[in-house]
């Protein structure tokens, strides 16, 4: 704004930060995907990471939590400490710095931490996409089942955004041993919110399922999962699992395997395309210590 006095442009640069976040580091992958490490003004890492697609789409991963108190097993986030909720604003600069850089069409919440601990900054923040150039059918919030935040999320957001549920096990037992969080908000309550959504809404929830090798893609784990869902409720994406830990992925047989079996059963399923691999930017692998 040169057009403005230089005194006072030198006010505005100290009185009002052009970003909330600081970037940190910047690094790019060879298959074009971006990940940048951001710091909250008193130092809480973020994490965010903009895909590219061959076909000129261009998603942004976007963090809710500068880490996560939820500790899944298989992720690096649910390791690190747990900063705190991040504001709307904090939410948004991630998304604005990637704007800058260039058009953007689709936002998945699924970076660092659980968007519905974070209820009304996520859902602040997913309001304003549009004037970003991301609409609400383009815009996919991911949750563990977290129930406070998914009963708000299906009686109060009459706007399209879409729902996603990460399961990764149909079994009790299991999906406690992998997400902790079972135990206190059981997966068929879950699911029963789940199905309100749909008959609300009118819209199918995307199933997120990570998989790990001899825990949880066998055939009897994908009937198992089969026998929860339905097909006209739900969309599975099976997640190859980025090793960021004590489990190791899944074999391309093995998924595609699994695939077959919720095919068989009328369950829509798709692989998930593995970006960013190379520089931790993968699912599962947001997780700074510097
Ligand atoms: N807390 C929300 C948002 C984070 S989304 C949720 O869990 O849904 C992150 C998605 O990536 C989740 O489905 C999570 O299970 C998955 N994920 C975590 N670690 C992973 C890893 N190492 N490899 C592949 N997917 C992983």
């Given at each position: 704004m040169t057009t403005l006095p230089k005194a006072l442009r030198a006010n505005l640069i100290e009185a009002v930060p052009f970003s909330t976040l600081e970037v940190v580091a910047h690094r790019e992958s060879n298959d074009g995907t971006m990940k940048v490490l951001f710091r909250t003004h008193e130092g809480h890492p973020v994490e965010s990471v903009l895909m590219r697609y061959r076909d000129g789409r261009r998603s942004l991963c976007l963090s809710s939590?500068?880490?996560?108190?939820?500790?899944?097993?298989?992720c690096a986030t649910g390791s690190m400490r747990f900063g705190r909720n991040l504001t709307a604003f904090e939410i948004l600069d991630q998304a604005l710095h990637f704007r800058r850089l260039g058009q953007i069409d689709h936002a998945v919440y699924m970076g660092m931490g659980e968007p519905f601990l974070n209820f009304d900054e996520v859902l602040e923040s997913a309001r304003r996409l549009p004037d970003l150039g991301i609409t609400h059918r383009r815009t996919t919030i991911s949750t563990v089942g977290w129930m406070p935040g998914l009963t708000r999320f299906v009686d109060d957001v009459d706007v399209p955004i879409r729902l996603a549920l990460s399961i990764h096990a149909a079994d009790p037992r299991l999906r406690s041993e992998l997400m902790p969080v079972n135990d206190r908000y059981p997966l068929a309550d879950v699911l029963a919110e789940c199905r309100r959504y749909v008959a609300l809404r009118r819209r199918k929830v995307f199933v997120e399922y990570v998989m790990l090798a001899g825990v949880n893609d066998s055939p009897a784990d994908a009937r198992a999962l089969s026998a929860l869902l339905d097909g006209r409720s739900f969309k599975v994406n099976l997640i190859p699992y980025n090793p960021t830990g004590k489990y190791e992925g899944s074999s391309r047989p093995a998924i595609e395997s699994f695939r077959a079996t919720l095919d068989r059963a009328r369950i829509p399923a798709t692989v998930r395309l593995t970006r960013g691999r190379d520089i931790e930017a993968a699912c599962g692998q947001l997780a700074s210590t510097r």
């Open positions: 939590q500068s880490g996560c108190p939820l500790t899944c097993t298989f």
